[in-house]
């Protein structure tokens, strides 16, 4: 059988068939929520974890993927992702952690796992712990998702939506090889990039219109980068949604500038306009009282205490929570629900693989301010062979809602082991007088 047809067979037959032996079992109360009832269908399979392990994967970029299996007694797999910029050795260190903890354990019980890996440690939070804990979380769902052959938006209350709409990045005009994409030659051809996504059906885009050069010039990426949205919005019309990307370069008095120049433009939002996601919330406040321009924020956030205050003030109107860097799916949804209590919308960060795309989508086809979510300007070929051929399906920028059980996908460790992690020297961005900065 070859790889591409794996999923739609062994995967789902047994996802099926071992929902078939769980719901034989007693159903619980009939006014429980859906969850609960999902926990309990499970409970006659009596999964134990045995196993866990790590794969590093070279990403074929200036990154490196992570991800992990967890095995268990009936044979069910649980996959997940905790991919961090520039800390694929440590997250496998801070994975492989958990497994003293959860070998010998129910897989089910997601939510007791989450608190005992968040709170066990004592010290607790950060970049690296949480992504470590989002993908254990992921293969969790995953591993309960297969045992009651449901995908996991199904487990998580049903639709709130009938697809998924996606936006995607300008991108690259093609891949040459694993490692290689052919970038634009020229400006025209960079501007032929948005003329393609709007044929291909794209109602979105995110480009980046804060450069500024090396060394970085605010006065020249401030100049540049509206000339550039000016004539990218004379290209795609007025009613096309143009996600304006500033990767938290600006200054703050830059960051006010720029915003207010490009409002003109009507941006669908501007992100990270200057570091906003910071502690110290002056600098949010300050730039959210002197410009009007919708502003997105939260991709390097780890944590529902740091989203909270961004909401009840409505600095901002997007956050951008990664579900491989926030605890997981269920961490996803509760600051998904948080969020809709202030009315700011929920775009969730997603550049990582198609595990990180997958668990993100079952999040937002079940919940309602999950509007739009990131996803990379095409399916990368390569992710056909790493995750056997599955793939969810998407046309003219919408998704349709994961139909197998769990994630919906599985990792190939044969092809995994072809491409191993290499290491990839990181960059920033500095000033004249070659100072680091923010990139």
Request: glycine content about 10%; hydrophobic content about 35%; overall charge neutral.
């Amino acid at each position: 059988m070859d790889r591409r047809n794996f999923l739609k067979t062994g995967l789902g037959a047994t996802g099926l068939g071992v929902a078939g032996l769980a719901m034989t079992g007693t159903s619980g109360d009939a006014l429980a929520g859906p969850l609960e009832r999902s926990f309990e269908a499970a409970k006659p399979l009596n999964l134990k974890i045995t196993d866990l392990k790590t794969f590093l994967v070279d990403a074929g970029n200036d990154e490196n993927y992570v991800f992990v299996k967890l095995y268990t007694n009936q044979g069910i797999t649980g996959l997940g992702e905790g991919t961090l910029s520039n800390k694929g050795e440590v997250i496998k260190a801070a994975i492989e952690a958990h497994k003293r903890y959860l070998v010998g354990k129910d897989p089910t019980e997601i939510e007791r796992h989450w608190r005992g890996m968040f709170i066990g440690p004592r010290y607790r939070g950060g970049p690296v712990l949480m992504s470590a804990l989002s993908a254990v979380e992921i293969a969790l769902w995953d591993i309960l998702g297969k045992a009651l052959g449901q995908p996991i938006w199904q487990l998580l209350g049903g639709k709130a939506r009938d697809k998924v709409r996606l936006y995607c990045h300008e991108g690259h005009l093609e891949r040459i090889s694993h490692t290689k994409k052919r970038k634009p030659k020229s400006y025209e051809e960079s501007l032929d990039l948005w003329r393609q996504k709007k044929a291909d059906g794209w109602t979105c885009v995110k480009g980046g219109f804060y450069s500024g050069g090396k060394p970085i010039n605010h006065r020249v990426a401030i100049r540049s980068g509206i000339e550039h949205l000016e004539e990218v919005r004379d290209i795609v019309g007025p009613d096309f949604d143009i996600i304006v990307e500033a990767h938290g370069k600006p200054t703050p008095l830059a960051a006010v500038e720029f915003c207010n120049r490009v409002e003109e433009f009507r941006p669908f939002w501007v992100e990270e306009v200057t570091q906003l996601e910071n502690e110290v919330l002056e600098e949010v406040r300050q730039i959210r009282a002197q410009t009007r321009v919708p502003l997105a924020t939260g991709e390097r956030l780890t944590s529902r205490y740091h989203f909270a205050p961004l909401c009840a003030e409505r600095l901002v109107d997007v956050i951008m929570p990664d579900v491989v860097h926030v605890g997981g799916i269920s961490e996803l949804r509760k600051i998904a629900i948080l969020a809709e209590a202030f009315r700011v919308d929920v775009s969730p960060h997603n550049p990582q693989s198609e595990v990180s795309t997958l668990a993100s989508m079952h999040v937002c086809m079940s919940t309602p301010n999950c509007t739009i979510l990131e996803i990379g300007s095409g399916q990368d070929p390569f992710w056909q062979d790493l995750f056997y051929g599955g793939h969810f399906s998407y046309d003219r920028g919408y998704a349709n809602p994961p139909s197998r059980p769990g994630l919906g996908i599985d990792l190939d460790e044969s092809v995994a082991a072809k491409y191993p992690f290499k290491e990839k020297n990181w960059n920033t961005l500095r000033t004249p007088d070659g100072a680091y900065v923010d990139r």
